[in-house]
């Protein structure tokens, strides 16, 4: 699955913090590979505010270089799948959710 830098830091909060053992080592692989690497790091021009909460890329660099594809497992797919389904169902998706909601909902689909 391709997915952006900010599909997948949005990606990363939507995975539960607290569960059972099993979803928990999901999780953590889910995060692994989610999360942004040192290459990206520096290729992107990655900069966090730890005071502000927020992180910031250049976009441009991003485009250039197009989305990460990604081996996320089934069960990592559908715990993503399940909390936008939810944010979906409380009418609670905001826009910055609405490419997530499609790949993710496709792949649950598919899967």
Do not use: C
């Amino acid at each position: 699955m391709k997915l952006s830098i900010m599909e997948r830091l949005m990606s990363m909060n939507l995975l539960p913090s607290e569960a059972d053992y099993a979803t928990l080592k999901i999780v953590r692989e889910a995060r692994s590979l989610l999360g942004i690497t040192s290459e990206e790091f520096e290729a992107f021009k990655v900069v966090s505010d730890p005071e502000k909460g927020t992180i910031v890329w250049d976009v441009e660099a991003e485009k250039a270089l197009g989305e990460r594809d990604l081996l996320l497992s089934p069960a990592a797919i559908g715990l993503i799948a399940a909390a936008l389904a939810k944010l979906e169902k409380d009418k609670k998706l905001t826009d910055q959710h609405f490419t997530l909601y499609e790949k993710f909902y496709a792949a649950e689909k598919q899967g």
